[in-house]
């Protein structure tokens, strides 16, 4: 009977219930607890102590964060929304559970610098990109901090940053005629806000790139800028990390035999002067002539550099057997080296085949 007991027990608290739970029988010691799930936040406060604020774009109002490398920006979603397309179609997505947010406010993560989500919200919140100028000196604008912007302007659809640059490529580049034109290096060290610490072949890269990119209104200063790049040597040139586009370095390929013989027949003009000449001059003028003629030919830009644009009348007056000629001479060549330097000017277009070049008076868009 005992042994009955013990079974009797033991079926008990093997017992289980109509739902498939075992049953505790009178020993409430034996229950099983049953989990309960916990309820899931619906946002996660998040915090890293390298993160810092940032100084100007921090508002205690603000109702979105963003998170660019180290640095958080507190901003407003109408803002971000009213400028950018992009920001606009991100913030209208639910959020997810468990979203995170920082001083409340939902957290945007993205992978760029920070110094270029400064530019974004610098042109959303000032309304303008004139500010960018007015770095000091240390920090004055670069070609390749106008391809960085056109790079984000476009990113995140803020078109008055992209329109910016296309407007500053304009003044910096304004060359409709070719008295306006000047060599790329002397352009960027004289335009006040270009930092003069640059490469050349660098920046002419960077600024083709970006024309092909983001500004094909800008295309008709192309052929300067391809011009300007053939005027760098070779060996420079060969196997540097920054090059134009394939399909544009063989337009400048193309177009060195063209610009070589442009240059010489400009030299030429002091040899063929002969038959312009009248015979009451030939003693007077033939040995200055002569002189000239081998200073230019002998000149070591005019001997390796296909520079046909380049104002040889300006480096031949600073010459002293230029005083020696007559004023028929001197009017027949600078008539001369100025219609075949304007010649050349009004074919760069045909010559790097870019049929956007416009000469004379361009107007500006």
């Known amino acids: 009977m005992a042994s009955g007991g013990v079974q009797t027990r033991a079926a008990k608290r093997l017992r ?8 505790s029988g009178d020993n409430p010691s034996l229950a099983i607890p049953v989990a309960v799930p916990l309820p899931i936040p619906a946002t996660r406060e998040v915090s890293h102590p390298q993160w810092r604020r940032d100084p100007q774009y921090y508002f205690e109002d603000g109702n979105v964060v963003i998170l660019a490398e180290i640095t958080i920006f507190r901003v407003h979603k109408g803002i971000l929304s009213l400028h950018s397309s992009v920001f606009k179609d991100m913030l209208s997505l639910p959020q997810p559970v468990g979203a995170e947010t920082v001083d409340g406010c939902p957290l945007i993560r993205i992978p760029d610098a920070a110094f270029r989500v400064q530019w974004l919200l610098d042109t959303m919140y000032r309304g303008s990109t004139t500010h960018l100028l007015h770095a000091t000196p240390s920090q004055r604008i670069t070609i390749q901090t106008l391809y960085h912007l056109s ?15 296309h407007k500053y490529l304009l ?25 003069s610490k640059s490469n050349e072949l660098a920046d002419l890269s960077y600024t083709a790139r970006m024309i092909r990119k ?4 800008a295309a008709h200063l192309l052929p300067l800028i391809f011009y300007n790049y053939c ?4 060996n420079e040139v060969a196997g540097a990390p920054s090059q134009l586009p394939p399909e544009d370095m063989q337009r400048c390929l193309l177009a060195i035999p063209q610009l070589l013989t442009r240059k010489i027949e400009i030299c030429n003009v002091f040899t063929t002067l002969k038959t312009l000449r009248t015979t009451s001059c030939l003693s007077r003028c033939n040995s200055s002539l002569c002189q000239l003629s081998h200073s230019v030919m002998k000149r070591s830009s005019m001997a390796t550099l296909p520079c046909p644009l380049e104002d040889l009348l300006q480096w031949c007056r600073q010459r002293k057997h230029w005083g020696n000629l007559c004023s028929s001479c001197t009017r027949t060549i600078e008539q001369e080296i100025s219609r075949l330097r304007q ?22 868009t």
């Open 343 to 364: 010649k050349t000017w009004n074919d760069l277009g045909k010559i790097f085949n870019i049929l956007e070049w416009r000469t004379g008076d361009v107007q500006q």
């Open 16 to 23: 289980t219930s109509e739902n498939g739970e075992k049953d």
């Open 151 to 165: 790079w984000i302007g476009d990113k995140y659809a803020v078109s008055p940053l992209v329109d910016y640059v």
């Open 231 to 234: 005027q760098l040597p070779l």
């Open 214 to 217: 983001w500004h094909p209104r």
């Open 171 to 195: 003044v910096l580049f304004h060359a409709e005629k070719l008295e306006q034109w000047e060599p790329f290096s002397r352009c960027m060290i004289q335009h006040a806000q270009i930092s």
